[in-house]
DNA sequence: TGCAGTTTACATTCATGTATGTATGCTTGT
DNA sequence: ACAAGCATACATACATGAATGTAAACTGCA
């Protein structure tokens, strides 16, 4: 009995998304057919087709769901609390980046694109990574030079170094958290690691 | 032609593997057939069904060949030069650790199994990660509880938080690397991220 | 000649894509 | 206002290809 309006019709997609969210992070991309997202959102696989191109047009619109970009993540700091230290304010940014990663789904999708899924049909998520690292990456160097210019930093510490370093150690911990959630908190062992490095990279005389 | 010699079969075998290695380099473990394997080895698949009981069993002797356990690359560092600080034991460890993870085989292995395998059959790379980095935490929090009692670590540093912080950038930094190894030098702004770290987690009058 | 090593041939499974079927909603002419 | 006709949102069926595992045939050393 097929979905008739346009509102249903989102709904389905929607379901179809999430269920396909799920069996990913459960099964790998690879391992899982198009026909097992389908029954898991009751389902079959003619709505997927409906819907959806292929498999990889069906992965894209799922990464389209959660995608944060770091720049928006420094301005919601900045609109939120009253620091004027770039310092503070890239700090605050990452504990924020930590506490999102937290949420379900976006746990589960950053989780499929990081350990879930190789290379496929046009789809290379090594690249996506990059992207976002990248992205990343210059804002964090940006707020450091500028760090740098008022003297906040340790002295022999160059923003650039800086930012790799933040970068390496931010990518770790969620690496590392995703892979199995349950061997610390990011809240807890997360955030003090943070803010530790936060506290070697200060410049307090 | 079928190899005869109990050494000419050796050799095959050693073929396949170094084959397997490419070609799930390149194209990720899931997409590549056993056909492709054997055909990239100038065999055929009935040699890999001679040599490893599936997929999955290649796959295990792949990663059989290059791993390197953590306390071997310490006790190697305190065999070859005399320091007598764990932190610089540590740290001649770490970059150790960079520079073997450029050379070819071991890169390529790391990079497959953290970027171009998902689960499949009894095969859980998540897990197998996850032993290597405990065990290399364990290692490392070891050397900082020691570094600690020495007053070697700055003041509000606990051992546990400098173990996690230097496991974290390490994974990240070896992580953003295998990815794209054209973005850094791992023997220059590696080495320097590394050396960074241990420069502001050193306590020095 | 027997057997380790390797190829070839074959049966099976399974996911994909597409084509077709169908029921419902929506629109338009009157 | 209300059918007729068309578009939408699915389900079903089928054709195809690709990968797997296995069994049987082959080949040359021992």
Redesign the pocket.
């Known amino acids: ?6 509102a ?6 929607e379901a179809l998304l999430d269920a396909a969210e799920e069996v990913f992070y459960d099964n790998g991309v690879a ?6 997202i ?1 029954r898991h959102a ?10 959806f191109k ?3 047009d069906l992965f894209h619109a799922l990464l389209d769901r959660v995608r944060m970009p770091f720049e928006e993540m420094m301005d919601e700091v900045r609109d939120t609390t009253d620091v004027d230290s770039p310092l503070e304010t890239l700090r605050l940014a990452c504990l924020n980046g930590l506490t999102r990663i937290e949420q379900p789904k976006s746990r589960r999708i950053h989780a499929i694109l990081l350990h879930r899924c190789e290379f496929f ?1 046009d789809i290379n998520p090594l690249e996506m990574q990059n992207r976002l690292v990248e992205e990343c990456q210059a804002g964090m160097r940006e707020q450091f030079r500028y760090a740098h210019e008022l003297g906040l930093l340790k002295p022999h510490l160059s923003p650039d170094t800086a930012s790799r370093l933040l970068q390496a150690t931010l990518g770790g911990l969620i690496h590392d958290w995703l892979r199995n959630p349950e061997r610390f908190s990011l809240q807890e062992e997360g955030r003090e690691v943070v803010n530790t490095l936060f506290r070697l990279m200060r410049y307090e005389p």
Chains 1, 2 share one sequence.
């Open positions: 009995m097929p979905r008739r309006t346009k249903e019709a989102e709904a389905t997609r391992r899982t057919s198009l026909e097992q389908a009751g389902m079959t696989r003619g709505a997927v087709y409906w819907h292929n498999k990889a049909s």
